[in-house]
């Protein structure tokens, strides 16, 4: 019972965060003090604070990417890259569905730079520019957006999440694919048919429309296809395995050369605009309301959150709780659908009660590798499972880490642009459907053989 107590607990706590604009490092906070107390008994106070401290602390690289990534839109902007981009992007989609291009462009940049928050910060930044000059909403678009990068978490070789995913599960990644593919092809299908009704709503700008646009653009910036040398330059240190902080760094830093060397800014100035925010100043009210950007101040409340996240989870972990309250699922499972069914429905929960996909991906994990072989299921179908779920569904849940680091940078919450994420509600609902419907094919098939 106080396991459940505090489940509702922590639910209210972050509602009344959601809904009151108190930041969402209180609401956490508060869930910490209040199912310390309902789970008075199950741990020891300092053990406990000692537990948080070294979780929190153990997940530091996680916030220098956050406060990198910040620095990466300022100076990208600064360095006219971002504005390079929608200029030749403005020319590239004119006459097209802008919103179905979107989530294709996007999901190749994903797949190929192993990360979705860095992909959204730097070429969805860009593309949600474009949009505003086509006059297409920000947060349709921004869905599309997700939708594609978020591709990167569930299939890249090069994503962290992925990487996770396949130790947790003991499958390699060519036979995960294998297994992915099944539910990946019709939701690609579906997303991209969606995107396209969406798309053919809005009409694109036409040829002098984006003539003004980049002469205001090109009056204010340096625009060269040469500058596209950057985002080209990220994306190869991405595919090439370095770390994520490597490729992102480089790429601030070649911004911060960009900017003093091509649009001739200060240097002291353009770091100032890396560190609190960078603010175009065209004279064209809609691009200038674009062209801006938080820096990496913007990006310590993000930070703060995250922290206070990482905390609540570690205590949920150490008291037992993950294990008491969703265990006992695992115990009543008798088919090999069922199995995998409850492994994606936990880390759904999982992934939305911790505010991250670390839970939802390693408890359910352990729990199938644990059960798995008794119904015959293979890593790679586990891996498949998670994918389509715990991992694929955080962005739509507005106290997210995933969906906080976005808010931060574009300025739209995941209650707007959810719903056009499509693909990231469509990858758990056809999974779970798929996995209904082969356990009732297992059911009938045991029914006749009796």
Same mark, same amino acid.
């Given at each position: ?12 706590? =972050? ?16 869930? =910490?003090?209040?199912? /310390? ?28 990417? =956050? ?25 590239? $989609? ?29 070429? @969805? ?5 474009? @949009? ?14 997700? %939708? ?5 978490? *569930?299939?890249? !070789? ?10 947790? %599960?003991?499958?390699? #990644? ?14 690609? =299908?579906? +997303? ?11 009409? /694109? &700008? ?9 002469? &205001? $653009?090109?009056? &204010?910036?340096?625009?060269? !296809? ?65 062209? *801006? /950007? ?12 995250? $922290?206070?996240?990482?905390?609540? %989870? ?13 265990? *006992? ?5 008798? +088919?090999?659908?069922?199995?995998? $069914?409850?492994?994606?429905?936990? %880390? ?7 505010c991250d996909q670390t839970a939802g991906i390693v408890l359910p994990l352990k729990m199938l590798r644990k059960y798995g072989p008794k119904f ?13 779920t715990g991992t694929i569904i955080a962005p739509l849940m507005p106290w997210n880490i995933n969906a906080l680091i976005i808010i931060g940078i ?6 707007? #642009?959810? !719903? ?7 990858? !758990? ?22």
């Amino acid at each position: 019972m106080k396991d459940i107590l505090a489940v509702i607990g922590i639910v209210t706590c =972050i509602a009344v965060s959601l809904t009151t604009g108190i930041s969402l490092s209180i609401g956490f906070l508060t869930a =910490i003090v209040l199912c /310390s107390i309902l789970q008075f008994g199950n741990y020891r106070f300092k053990t406990a604070v000692g537990s948080m401290w070294r979780a929190v602390v153990e997940v530091k690289l996680l916030y220098f990417v =956050i406060v990198l990534i910040g620095a990466s839109v300022s100076s990208w902007l600064a360095g006219g890259v971002v504005q390079t981009i929608m200029i030749f992007g403005l020319k590239a $989609m004119l006459g097209k569905n802008v919103v179905l291009m979107t989530f294709i462009i996007t999901a190749l940049a994903g797949f190929f730079m192993g990360t979705a928050i860095g992909t959204i910060s730097t070429l @969805g930044i860009a593309i949600l520019g474009i @949009g505003a000059a086509f006059g297409i909403p920000l947060h349709i678009l921004l869905g599309a957006a997700v %939708s594609g990068a978020f591709i990167s978490d *569930k299939i890249s !070789p090069l994503s962290g999440l992925m990487n996770l995913t396949l130790a947790g %599960s003991g499958a390699g #990644y060519a036979d995960a694919v294998k297994s992915m593919v099944k539910t990946l092809v019709p939701v690609m =299908i579906l +997303s991209a048919v969606f995107y396209y009704v969406v798309g053919n709503q809005f009409v /694109s &700008a036409d040829v002098s429309q984006v003539a003004d646009i980049e002469a &205001a $653009m090109r009056g &204010a910036f340096f625009i060269h !296809p040469g500058l596209l040398l950057l985002p080209v330059m990220v994306v190869v240190l991405a595919f090439s395995g370095r770390p994520s902080v490597f490729s992102i760094g480089s790429g601030v830093l070649l911004g911060i050369v960009f900017a003093v060397v091509f649009q001739h800014g200060k240097l002291t100035e353009t770091i100032g605009a890396v560190l609190f925010g960078f603010h175009a100043q065209t004279g064209d009210v809609l691009l200038d309301g674009i062209l *801006k /950007s938080g820096g990496m101040v913007g990006m310590l409340e993000v930070i703060l959150i995250v $922290m206070c996240a990482v905390a609540l %989870s570690d205590f949920l972990e150490q008291t037992g709780m993950n294990k008491r309250i969703f265990g *006992k699922f695992f115990d009543r499972v008798q +088919s090999a659908s069922g199995l995998l $069914m409850t492994g994606g429905l936990i %880390s759904i929960v999982l992934t939305a009660l911790t505010c991250d996909q670390t839970a939802g991906i390693v408890l359910p994990l352990k729990m199938l590798r644990k059960y798995g072989p008794k119904f015959g299921i293979t890593p790679a179908m586990t891996v498949r499972t998670i994918s389509d779920t715990g991992t694929i569904i955080a962005p739509l849940m507005p106290w997210n880490i995933n969906a906080l680091i976005i808010i931060g940078i574009t300025g739209i919450s995941a209650v707007e #642009y959810g !719903p056009y994420a499509i693909l990231c509600i469509l990858a !758990p609902a056809i999974s779970i459907l798929h996995l209904f419907l082969s356990s009732k094919h297992q059911t009938k098939n045991i029914k006749n053989a009796a």
